[in-house]
């Protein structure tokens, strides 16, 4: 089968299934954030990085495999 | 069989004149669009308009009990009060206390029932209809009968803690006791929702093919190495879809917790739902609650998309 130009232009590093697994490691990094006991300084940061991880997985989820 | 052309005569003969003159200079596409509008208009009215207004009410200072007030943008501000604030830090403590128990204890007592509901006994399908009827019961009927359940006088859970342990009945209170509350919220969600953790590992269970057993059985595999090798490892998605599934669930957990205890002793089970409420219907703080709603929704929507994520593994599989 042969790629497509679109396939052959897009680069490797922003491959669907890694990114998606980026993002679901800063949803859960981040939602860990939120309700460990340990530091309100993470606490502060949890939503951030969740919202990141999540506004990641939305774009991401439309990459080519 | 009817004849179809038939029938769909009678229906066009049956279509008032003006509708059919309206209908009949309309694409499929276009009448496609009429159907589907009235759900989409819904949609919009009750989903999307509330959330784009909470999103909107979080950046102000709107109060509902004062409308007349003016309303001013603060920005971030509520953003930053939540993320800072030592009261709503100890609300996400109580949940994730809460969502952390409940979900190991139902994950090891569901899969244990349905590892052992998998065995095809005497009885096995009365058993499994008994089992259920926790998770059919409404939340507000569960906890008021737990609530019963709890008294430290009358309480049957009570007198069967010390029937085995020897402590008198009336010495413990679980639903007025600091240390103790907590717990009593987990062994009701435990006993509630177990049932459906077991469905869930069930499906997973009866999902194995029985040649791989078998296989493993000719092999001389011990019954112990078929599961850690075989049985886990095929039931793990399932196991992993129930506990996600709990994990979204038990994070909005209000109603079951607000009749039991309503966030007490103190607020040592005030989750981040009873927070929220607390906040949006008590302090009459909307801004602030529709900050705060903000941000469980987006919690919950990046915990939804692991999810789904996982389903779609199993889904492959």
């Known amino acids: 089968m042969t790629k497509t130009s679109r396939q052959r232009r897009w680069p490797g590093w922003a491959r669907r299934g890694l990114m998606e697994n980026v993002a679901i490691a800063l949803i859960l990094i981040g939602v860990f954030m939120l309700v460990q006991p340990f530091s309100i300084t993470l606490y502060g940061w949890s939503f951030i990085t969740v919202l990141v991880g999540v506004v990641m997985f939305t774009v991401v989820s439309k990459f080519p495999e | 069989m009817p004849d179809i052309e038939a029938i769909a005569d009678r229906a066009a003969s049956a279509t008032p004149h003006g509708v059919a003159k309206v209908v009949r200079g309309l694409s499929d596409r276009s009448i496609a669009w009429l159907f589907v509008a009235p759900t989409m208009v819904l949609l919009l009215a009750i989903n999307i308009f509330p959330l784009i207004w909470t999103v909107y009410l979080s950046f102000t200072n709107f109060a509902s009990n004062r409308p007349n007030r003016p309303v001013v943008n603060v920005g971030l501000k509520w ?76 309480g049957l859970f009570n007198y069967v803690v010390s029937f085995f342990t020897g402590i ?70 399932f196991i992993m879809l129930a506990v996600l599934f709990r994990g979204i669930e038990n994070f909005k957990m209000f109603d079951m917790v607000m009749l039991l205890t309503g966030g007490g002793p103190g607020s040592t089970t005030e989750l981040a739902s009873i927070a929220l409420k607390r906040q949006a219907f008590e302090a009459y703080r909307t801004g602030y609650s529709s900050a705060f709603a903000i941000i469980l929704f987006v919690v919950v929507f990046g915990l939804a998309n692991v999810y789904v994520k996982a389903l779609n593994k199993v889904k492959q599989r």
Request: proline share 8%.
């Open chain 2, 79 to 154: 953003y930053q009060d939540i993320l800072s604030s030592p009261e709503i830090w100890a609300a996400m403590q109580a949940t994730a206390h809460f969502v952390f128990w409940t979900i190991l204890f139902q994950t090891l007592i569901g899969f244990s029932l349905a590892y052992l509901i998998d065995r095809k006994f005497r009885g096995h399908a009365f058993w499994t209809t008994i089992i259920l009827i926790p998770m059919m019961l409404s939340p507000a009927v569960v906890g008021n009968f737990w609530k019963f359940l709890y008294q430290p006088q009358i």
């Open chain 2, 168 to 237: 008198p009945p009336s010495s413990f209170e679980m639903l007025g006791s600091v240390t103790l509350a907590p717990w009593a919220i987990v062994i009701v969600d435990t006993w509630m929702w177990t049932p459906y953790v077991m469905l869930i590992c069930l499906a997973g269970l009866r999902s194995i093919p029985d040649y791989i057993l078998e296989a493993a059985e000719v092999d001389r595999a011990s019954r112990w190495q078929q599961f850690w090798s075989i049985t886990l490892p095929m039931a793990l998605p």
